[in-house]
């Protein structure tokens, strides 16, 4: 494994609005609290590209280096604004989706980001799954190769928390055979196979040597041991396989009421004691 890694939705104000911290204050905190990467939401007020000037992306890209920590990953807000949905039946989003991906994977590489998560989107009314998911594919064959001239893995999450195409471990890995690019991996959620009462620690096995990155999170949220999960199973799991990742926490973001800093602290102390306790060590 590579490393620990926490995503910064629960200071982003993403999607509630408070609480609020600049991304360069994000990357102090969880530098301090021993991280080894950071997994960064593609929304304001952190990441939101066009936000980001030359000279802004250099300045954090320097503090990244100083606080020695990496950029495990990142990922598109879901929905929103002016709407990420790959799957669309609007051809005008569509479109303005996969320039966006662009967006999003010009300012991982300027952040020497190797991931960028892949969010095929949702089948709107009157929309057939076959056709939405024939959307996101498409979305996806003209994305992937623009990854890949930047040295970027696109990682397909199954979502049925928020969505209703990308649902299963299996959903991920069709899309992913379909594309037929080999710069298009997988990942999951371990919330998201909660969810759907399935075993997270099934998943890993299902993706095997696919599985290129992880989001952790219990039950409603929270940090590991704080809901109904095994996490032990899953940190075993992925041991068995020779999980070479890392393990991004998505967690806290559900609720203006989340304290930041204890989600952050409670994660990695939780995730070190199941490391510890399997004797699992990162590198």
């Not at 998911?133 to 049925?160: M, N, R, S």
């Not at 967690?251 to 990695?268: C, L, M, T, V």
């Amino acid at each position: 494994m590579k490393g620990l890694s926490f995503n910064t939705w629960v200071y982003s104000s993403f999607p509630v609005w408070v609480p609020s911290y600049p991304l360069e204050e994000t990357i102090r905190r969880i530098a301090g609290f021993g991280y080894d990467a950071i997994e960064i939401g593609c929304a304001s007020p952190h990441a939101w590209p066009p936000h980001l000037t030359v000279e802004r992306r250099r300045d954090i890209l320097a503090l990244l280096r100083r606080e020695n920590l990496a950029v495990s990953s990142m990922l598109p807000a879901p929905g929103g604004g002016p709407g990420n949905n790959p799957s669309s039946p609007i051809a005008e989003e569509r479109a303005w989706v996969v320039d966006h991906y662009k967006d999003i994977l010009r300012l991982a590489h300027d952040w020497e980001c190797p991931t960028v998560i892949y969010l095929a989107g949702w089948a709107v009314f009157g929309t057939s799954q076959t056709e939405a998911w024939h959307y996101g594919l498409e979305a996806l064959d003209k994305i992937a190769p623009y990854a890949k001239e930047l040295g970027i893995t696109l990682v397909i999450e199954p979502t049925p928390t928020d969505g209703n195409l990308i649902e299963s471990a299996d959903d991920a890995i069709l899309l992913a055979e379909q594309s037929g690019h080999d710069n298009v991996k997988l990942m999951f959620d371990t919330i998201h196979a909660l969810y759907r009462n399935e075993v997270p620690s099934d998943y890993v096995y299902r993706m095997g040597d696919k599985l290129h990155h992880v989001h952790i999170s219990d039950s409603d949220r929270l940090p590991p041991g704080h809901g109904r999960g095994d996490f032990e199973a899953v940190l075993q799991a992925l041991k068995d396989i020779n999980y070479g990742g890392y393990l991004a926490a998505e967690i806290g973001f559900h609720s203006r009421q989340s304290e930041p800093d204890w989600y952050a602290k409670e994660n990695i102390r939780s995730l070190k004691a199941i490391m510890e306790k399997i004797d699992w060590k990162i590198g």
